[in-house]
Nanobody, 123 residues
Framework: QVQLVESGGGLVQAGGSLRLSCAAS????????MGWYRQAPGQQRELVAT???????NYADSVKGRFTISRDNAKKTVYLQMNSLKSEDTAVYYC?????????????????WGQGTQVTVSS
């Protein structure tokens, strides 16, 4: 089993910063892409940022220049540094990871999600 545990959410004033972390644990052979998504009340879950195993990144237009995604492969952890936060960034933030694992000689890949962490930006 693979688990993703997020941390770092909270309440911050507009213009402030937060750093989210998401640590993966369990029977992991390797982690390919990792990402952050968010879901505001009454809205669909949307992509925030992704990062590949070779550190290629992709960002939603709404966060470009303000958010930075990074990863520490040794710690199996992905981070999201969020600066210049706006009230519209308020949402539950979820991380995901495309994980490869093996059962004996057979390898599988699955997409796993964390439980989410609340980010609230007050204006």
């Amino acid at each position: 089993q693979v688990q993703l545990v997020e941390s770092g959410g909270g309440l911050v004033q507009a213009g402030g910063s937060l750093r989210l972390s998401c640590a993966a644990s369990g029977s992991i052979f390797s982690i390919r892409a990792m990402g952050w998504y968010r879901q505001a009340p009454g809205q669909q879950r949307e992509l925030v940022a992704t990062i590949t195993s070779s550190d290629s990144t992709n960002y939603a237009d709404s966060v470009k220049g303000r958010f930075t995604i990074s990863r520490d492969n040794a710690k199996k952890t992905v981070y999201l540094q969020m600066n210049s936060l706006k009230s519209e960034d308020t949402a539950v933030y979820y991380c995901n990871a495309d994980v490869a694992y093996n059962r004996g000689a057979v390898y599988y890949t699955d997409l796993y999600w964390g439980q989410g962490t609340q980010v609230t930006v007050s204006s």
